[in-house]
């Protein structure tokens, strides 16, 4: 669901793309020198009728354009409340899942990906959710120029696309320097929510985690891994791949007081 970091010089495989058509993709090139951070690989979809008129109708309220100046949620949402950002909401149906559960939260998720605007676009109207903002816009780009420091609730990163082949995990979104931003814009106590289906990146990001110096585990079982929230609905995917005894992990860390 997540957006993904690529470094500029670093094309994809032919194979890969063929592969990963139409999935939203995560990764990060740290150690290429050319390399720019980015939260995307922009994926074709076509566009449904409903989420077109859901993107002219509703998107001029609840999708925030781009300015490299700090955001005032208050003044966005109309209300002084928690503030979640969630990287790559993909079709967005957790998401809107997620902010009815929490009403008393406001949700700011990024997406790149066209139809995956307009899908949420047509939940919030449907559904008559209020709490939710959205960026068409590189995740990053939002973080440095709009996210004041220090300033969310939480961060949401759900099922980040794990770049199977050895050779390209370096693309993957959550690495250490990665991580380092996202905890700078968390307030203290702050948490970072993430879940993947994928066990080796699973224990990468356990891993990343970990070693950051600023964040804790709030997990106590053994294995590191956190039960999933409540408020975490489980996917149609998710759930068909769990009844098939695949796996998914949830790791939930925050920023230490």
Request: glycine share 10%; hydrophobic share 40%.
């Amino acid at each position: 669901m997540s957006d993904s970091i690529d470094p500029i010089d670093d094309p994809i495989d032919s194979d890969d793309a063929s592969d990963k058509a139409g999935t939203p993709a995560a990764g990060e090139g740290v150690n290429h020198p050319k390399a720019r951070i980015r939260s995307f690989v922009v994926r074709a979809g076509r566009m449904g009728t409903g989420q077109v008129k859901a993107l002219a109708e509703l998107g001029p309220k609840f999708v925030l354009p781009f300015k490299p100046e700090a955001m005032d949620y208050e003044a966005t949402f109309g209300r002084k409340a928690p503030v979640v950002f969630e990287i790559g909401f993909g079709m967005g149906g957790p998401t809107a899942q997620i902010a009815q559960t929490l009403p008393g939260v406001d949700f700011i998720g990024c997406e790149v990906h066209e139809p995956g605007v307009g899908a949420l676009l047509k939940l919030i109207g449907e559904q008559d959710i209020p709490n939710i903002r959205i960026f068409q816009h590189d995740a990053v780009e939002v973080l440095d120029g709009m996210i004041p420091k220090g300033s969310l609730a939480g961060v949401h990163i759900y099922f980040p696309d794990p770049w199977h082949k050895k050779r390209h995990n370096k693309r993957r979104l959550v690495q250490p320097p990665f991580v380092a931003k996202l905890v700078q814009h968390l307030a203290p106590g702050g948490y970072l929510h993430l879940a993947t289906d994928w066990e080796p990146y699973a224990q990468q990001i356990l891993e990343v985690l970990r070693a950051d110096p600023d964040l804790e585990n709030t997990s106590t079982r053994a294995d590191g891994y956190a039960d999933k929230p409540e408020y975490r609905p489980l996917t149609k995917f998710e759930n068909r791949g769990l009844k098939l005894g695949h796996g998914v992990w949830d790791l939930v860390f925050k920023r230490k007081v």
